[in-house]
């Protein structure tokens, strides 16, 4: 992980230009890669499966994020690749926003915080369809919002069942 964290810094470090953005990227891609196995291991070796839905929601946001760049790069280098990542990224989200939704772990405050994070997904989907690039950056830092609040909900839940 600090390998290709390394590699990424250095693609970062010169003035930003549409070939530079790409290479950042999938190096970017890279260290995500990384970090998601080294996740999973910490939750395999630490036992803490009743941790999965806290840790489901933090991917969600992370993936939102994903969602909102791919959509923004593929608006200004389009090509078939980005397309198709973006493609399985939704298929990504959909899946663990439906996930999330069929965990055990409920309140009014979890159904609140999923109620407003599928509203904000719904939205990041209507300004993709439009490509106007600040639509899309607005709704994806509000899902962002949404999502952060499901996490917090989702954690304050756990706590409570846990204590």
Known sequence: TMRAWDVLRSALAGAPNTASLQVADARAETLLAAAERLTERLEEQGGRRALGVVNLCGRQRMRSQRVAKEALLAALVPNAERSARLQHLLGEFEQGLAQIEAAPLSSPEISAALAASRVGWLTLMRALRSAD???????????????DGLTESCEHSLQMLLS
């Not at 690039?133 to 999502?147: K, V």
């Open 133 to 147: 690039a600040a639509a899309m950056a607005h709704a994806g830092d509000r899902l962002l919002e949404h999502l």
